[in-house]
């Protein structure tokens, strides 16, 4: 995994939370991961919902609105910042990690690395936003790995709205799954990565769409094994039972802010606040 940061082990910062941010909503499919992986840690998650989305956007714009994402999260005292967007992850991560100390990660390369791992013939297909794909960032990242690996991307921009507005097992979320994901079908991947962290809502409908023998990797699922991973290695570990909070910031309350947030992390939002991010 590639980080940046210092290795520590004092217990004031093992008991600091982990600081995570995305354009959205979507960034709480990781959210929900890392409760599950590390349910004594506390969390502090940050969705940029005024300026949502951030897929159609300039890398500059996107970059510039990561900046002020992580510093917002630095004002929380948070001992690792996960980049729970795919767009900034492929656009701004290597900016963000060149400017400041605090370790961090994005969803990029923990579902690259388990997509190299899981295929078995070589043909990868990966899913995402206009601009993850047009980033090419998972492709860059698979074959930093293994070159030989052929990745074929598509992007598929309405999973998105149909995740948010629960359209789990309509059958217009069926149809639209098969023409977005026939190419991929024909081209004969065994592996396809969720390059975007609104797709494991989904989950069940591309499965079935692309068949059982295709293996999904979820990036959300991997980011988390990834930040257990690190937090370990680190003795960065939070030692208590159970968190003593986690809280939501968000750039704007938008209406069913709530409804779709609990929907993500199959699970109550309580502790909701709006900041103006464009202060940080």
């Not at 013939?121 to 860059?140: D, L, R």
């Not at 947030?261 to 606040?273: A, N, P, Q």
Request: glycine share 8%.
């Amino acid at each position: 995994m590639t980080t940046s940061g210092k290795k520590t082990s004092s217990t004031k910062v093992n008991s600091n939370p982990i600081g995570i941010f995305d354009s959205g909503l979507g960034g709480l499919t990781v959210t929900k991961r890392i409760f599950e992986l590390l349910p004594s840690e506390n969390v502090v998650y940050f969705g940029d919902t005024a300026r949502y989305p951030y897929g159609p956007r300039s890398k500059n714009i996107i970059r510039r609105f990561s900046f002020q994402n992580v510093n917002f999260l630095l004002t929380q005292r948070v001992k690792f910042i996960v980049v729970a967007c795919n767009t900034a992850s492929a656009l701004a991560l290597k900016e963000l990690k060149q400017n400041f100390d605090q370790p961090m990660i994005g969803v990029v390369e923990p579902g690259a690395k388990a997509a190299v791992k899981t295929t078995r013939n070589g043909k990868i297909g990966v899913i995402g936003t206009v601009g993850t794909v047009h980033s090419n960032a998972y492709q860059k990242s698979i074959h930093r790995l293994d070159r030989r690996l052929k990745v074929y991307s598509l992007p598929c921009p309405l999973f998105v709205s149909l995740a948010e507005e629960g359209y789990i097992k309509k059958k217009a979320t069926y149809i639209i799954a098969w023409e977005y994901l026939r190419p991929l079908i024909k081209k004969g991947v065994d592996t396809l990565v969720l390059g975007c962290t609104h797709y494991p809502l989904l989950k069940n409908v591309i499965s079935q769409t692309m068949g059982k023998e295709v293996k999904l990797i979820d990036s959300a699922e991997e980011t988390a094994k990834e930040v257990k991973i690190f937090l370990e290695r680190n003795e960065l570990l939070r030692e208590s039972n159970k968190p003593s909070f986690r809280s939501f910031f968000v750039s704007d309350i938008p209406d069913r802010f709530v409804e779709v947030g609990e929907r993500f992390l199959k699970g109550k939002i309580t502790r909701l606040k709006r900041i103006n991010i464009e202060g940080y």
